[in-house]
């Protein structure tokens, strides 16, 4: 006899048999809730702050345009180092910039920005320019905000 799927679910193959349970799982909830948690974590994933929490200098200035991504160097209010959002000891970053760079090759053209925070001392900043110049690195720029009034937009 044939298996035939009754209205339960379970399949009757006749007249004094007991009811078998069918062999089939049902993936469609699992679907729908997997493409519900992709929707929640593309949406949400832009939104997760990037790098670390720095209040930066306003400067008009444009950005820059490049393919390599530059290291960024980043000092907060209190005067504490980071790398790459990992804090290090100033007495270890002409090294730690020197090995990641090494794949790249040529220190002279990899870029990198330092971001400081704007309550610092100027001479704190420039002791960690001073040591990255010092690593052999050339291509050094300072990010900014750019300003909340718009008096530089026929500057585009």
Do not use: C, W
Request: glycine residues 8%; without cysteine.
């Amino acid at each position: 006899m044939a298996l035939f799927p009754g209205p339960s679910g379970y399949g009757f193959r006749g007249p004094g048999e007991r009811p078998q349970p069918m062999s089939d799982i049902n993936v469609t909830p699992f679907v729908d809730v997997m493409l519900v948690m992709l929707v929640v974590f593309m949406v949400a994933t832009p939104l997760l702050p990037t790098g670390v929490d720095v209040n930066l200098p306003e400067a008009p200035a444009k950005q820059v345009g490049t393919d390599r991504k530059p290291i960024e160097v980043s000092l907060d209010a209190s005067g504490q180092l980071y790398v790459r959002q990992a804090p290090v000891d100033r007495e270890e970053l002409p090294a730690l910039l020197r090995h990641l760079v090494e794949a790249e090759g040529d220190p002279t053209e990899v870029r990198i920005f330092v971001r400081a925070d704007r309550s610092l001392p100027y001479g704190e900043v420039m002791q960690v320019v001073t040591q990255i110049g010092g690593a052999g690195f050339s291509k050094v720029a300072f990010l900014s905000e750019p300003p909340a009034s718009s008096e530089h937009e026929d500057d585009r």
